[in-house]
């Protein structure tokens, strides 16, 4: 039986419970505080037991995930610090923040788990890369793996990249959402209903993306086999490169990095 806590209960944390809960196949007890009563109430229906502040779920969890805003987490630690034992390992989902800052603020030699995860975890699609401390167990770090895998994809990384990764899987929802609006408003200005494009270019990005992970080819040999000579596909994405499409994205993951690192310190 694994204890598992969790400071905050907001959606990406209720995400993690529910993959727990319902897709882990792991056995498990969990244990949560949310100042915010709605997300603890949501957190209890799943079978999770409200604790009265941070320290009791440190108290109770040796798996302690810090599902709060990056801003919130100084607070969050002093809370919890009392509670902290050398067996506490942390899984922290908190954007920029590295493994020597959560010991710093708790335990000398910490165990860590840094985490960056995407929002659709809620569906059980999530895409997730995860790093540790060198005080984290082989176990400890399996069963932190097997949580996220259980919501998704994941995959293990170089500590010391944990900033640069949020612009390819953690913001990047976000990134694709407003491309995605981008085509669905000019399906809208000539005339396509929008819940038909919505639905078809839903399911051509689903398909896309099938086929980078299955089909064995290269990006390039699967831009190749949509573009015909002289063709539609050839028109559009000349005008994507006029537009300069691939400096765009650099200067977007430049600056969601940009942004990980300040919230680093």
Do not use: H, W
């Amino acid at each position: 039986m694994l204890n598992i806590g969790f400071i905050g209960a907001g959606n990406m944390g209720y995400a993690i419970m529910k993959g727990i809960k319902e897709k882990s196949g792991l056995e498990a007890e969990i244990f949560v505080y949310d100042c915010y009563a709605p997300a603890a109430e949501r957190a209890a229906e799943l079978g999770a037991k409200t604790c009265a502040d941070a320290a009791e779920v440190a108290k109770n969890a040796k798996y302690v995930f810090l599902a709060v805003k990056p801003q919130q987490l100084d607070e969050a630690l002093e809370a919890l610090a009392p509670a902290v034992t050398k067996d506490t390992v942390f899984v922290s989902i908190c954007a920029g923040i590295g493994d020597e800052y959560i010991a710093s603020k708790t335990i000398e030699g910490a165990k860590v788990v840094l985490v960056m995860p995407n929002t659709p975890l809620l569906l059980g699609e999530g895409a997730t890369a995860l790093s540790c401390s060198a005080s984290v167990t082989a176990e400890e770090f399996d069963n932190v793996c097997a949580i996220f895998g259980s919501c998704g994809k994941i995959a293990v990384i170089p500590k010391d990249k944990m900033k640069e990764i949020i612009a390819i899987n953690g913001s990047s929802p976000a990134f694709i959402y407003l491309y995605a609006q981008a085509f669905i408003e000019y399906a809208k200005s000539v005339g396509i209903d929008e819940f038909a494009a919505k639905g078809l270019f839903a399911q051509a990005l689903i398909g896309s993306a099938k086929m980078i992970t299955d089909s064995g080819d290269d990006i390039d040999t699967l831009i190749q086999k949509v573009s015909s000579k002289g063709g539609t596909t050839i028109a559009g994405l000349e005008k994507l490169r006029e537009g300069g499409l691939a400096e765009a994205v650099d200067n977007c993951c430049k600056a969601c990095t940009k942004r990980a690192y300040e919230l680093s310190k």
